[in-house]
T-cell receptor
Framework: AQSVTQLGSHVSVSEGALVLLRCNYS??????LFWYVQYPNQGLQLLLK??????LVKGINGFEAEFKKSETSFHLTKPSAHMSDAAEYFC???????????FGTGTQLKVEL | GAVVSQHPSWVICKSGTSVKIECRSL??????MFWYRQFPKQSLMLMAT?????????EQGVEKDKFLINHASLTLSTLTVTSAHPEDSSFYIC?????????????FGPGTRLLVL
């Protein structure tokens, strides 16, 4: 069984500031981990994924995430927030690449001037 | 990139009626499609997996007779909520996967918001 916890349903940052969205997972087998972004009225879009290769994963739009097994974490970061980053972000886990994705409850990112 | 559409984007219906939601892969063929449900402030929950030309596989706790899934072609899957009740009000999201793609690769539709009065 697997689960995902996203700490903070709402995160607000200033434009240009560091973005940090937290995700902790639980999995009985080596996990694959994902971050998705959802803009209003659009489908979830894959930002990046960890599939047991490099622990630091770079994604689109300047985002990256680091898999830390000891902390069971997969936090999403971006050095400098842009207004266009405002969206909802979902962390997800699947059991070693199996079909089933288990999602967190999402974090709404707000970027302020 | 691969695009998945859903229709309608939102629907309001009376209790007891049935509602059909369509999920289409616009520029690729999808051998596998997934249906999720998301209640307010909760995560997306997988309801069922459908493979083209075969019966859907439902997750535990999902009533297959209430949520009818048809995946009759490589570009279309439908979810019919039969005899809808207010507790079925939710955000329904589909995703699709191309043949040959790794298992975790799914392209998501924008979702359908259902409100049952």
């Amino acid at each position: 069984a697997q689960s995902v916890t996203q700490l903070g349903s709402h995160v607000s940052v200033s434009e240009g500031a560091l973005v940090l969205l937290r995700c902790n997972y639980s999995s009985s087998v080596p996990p694959y981990l994902f971050w998705y972004v959802q803009y209003p009225n659009q489908g979830l879009q894959l930002l990046l994924k960890y599939t047991s290769a490099a622990t630091l994963v770079k994604g689109i739009n300047g985002f990256e995430a680091e898999f830390k097994k000891s902390e069971t974490s997969f936090h999403l970061t971006k050095p400098s927030a842009h207004m266009s980053d405002a969206a909802e972000y979902f962390c997800a886990v699947s059991p070693g690449g199996g079909n089933k994705l288990t999602f967190g409850t999402g974090t709404q990112l707000k970027v302020e001037l | 990139g691969a695009v998945v559409s859903q229709h309608p984007s939102w629907v309001i219906c009376k209790s007891g009626t049935s509602v059909k939601i369509e999920c289409r892969s616009l520029d690729f063929q999808a051998t596998t499609m997934f249906w999720y449900r998301q209640f307010p402030k909760q995560s997306l929950m997988l309801m069922a997996t459908s493979n083209e030309g075969s019966k859907a596989t439902y997750e535990q706790g999902v009533e297959k007779d209430k949520f009818l899934i048809n995946h009759a072609s490589l570009t279309l899957s439908t979810l019919t909520v039969t005899s809808a009740h207010p507790e079925d009000s939710s955000f329904y999201i589909c995703s699709a996967r191309e043949p040959g793609q790794t298992q975790e690769t799914q392209y998501f539709g924008p979702g359908t918001r259902l409100l049952v009065l």
